[in-house]
């Protein structure tokens, strides 16, 4: 079975500082990958996701993140973070083979200070 | 546009009570649905999965059960709640090939 591992579990950061959270998975397979993002008090939200083609995927509010194949990694960054980007971030996998059995990591609590 | 509505938002039950959570999808049709319970630290875990009416997949072996009495409603259930149960219980929507969407979840404490 797949496993995702998140590798920070609470991040602290100043406003304009840059943002990288690890995210590598283990699956012998193919794989689409994803970012979810959880705002304080509200649901979550796709934040990015990877399907094929160019593996350096751009999604909202400024992130991208890049996949890594030989790595089985999906790092999300953003250069310059602000204030609401406050958050818990989940990195998630799903076999093609299987659609939307996502396998979630155990997510990374971001706090920016302003 | 597509809508999903889950409730209660909260709940309160006594251990030894039944349960039942309802989720509900709207503008599209034949999506398939999903359960997920969120845990402090541990991300979210795959409970339930249907892709159609009465088709019910269960990935782990568990206290509850769910059921799909109508193509856009989703229900998790239980007979008698024990405490392990208490957690944030997510309901989701996709259409195939595409990324789930996620309801506003139910806090359920079982005390």
């Known amino acids: 079975a797949q496993s995702v591992s998140q590798h920070n579990h609470h991040v602290i950061l100043s406003e304009a500082a840059s943002l990288e959270l690890g995210c590598n998975y283990s699956y012998g397979g193919t794989v689409n990958l994803f970012w979810y993002v959880q705002y304080p008090g509200q649901h979550l939200q796709l934040l990015l996701k990877y399907f094929s083609g160019d593996p350096l995927v751009k999604g909202i509010k400024g992130f991208e993140a890049e996949f890594i194949k030989s790595k089985f990694s999906f790092n999300l960054r953003k250069p310059s973070v602000q204030w609401s980007d406050t958050a818990e971030y989940f990195c998630a996998v799903n076999p093609t083979d299987s659609w939307g059995k996502l396998q979630f990591g155990a997510g990374t609590q971001v706090v920016v200070t302003p | 546009s597509q809508t999903i509505h889950q409730w209660p938002a909260t709940l309160v039950q006594p251990v030894g009570s039944p349960l039942s959570l309802e989720c509900t999808v709207e503008?599209?049709?034949?999506?398939?649905l999903y359960w997920y319970r969120q845990a402090a630290g541990r991300g979210l875990q795959l409970l339930f999965y249907s892709v159609g009416i009465g088709q019910i997949s269960s990935e782990v072996p568990q206290n509850l059960s769910a059921s799909r009495p109508q193509d856009r409603q989703f229900i998790l259930s239980s007979k008698k709640l024990l405490l392990s149960d208490s957690g944030f219980y997510l309901c989701?929507?996709?259409?195939?090939?595409?990324?789930?969407?996620f309801g506003n979840g139910t806090r359920l404490t079982v005390t």
């Open positions: 989701a929507w996709s259409a195939e090939g595409s990324p789930l969407h």
């Open positions: 503008g599209t049709s034949n999506p398939n």
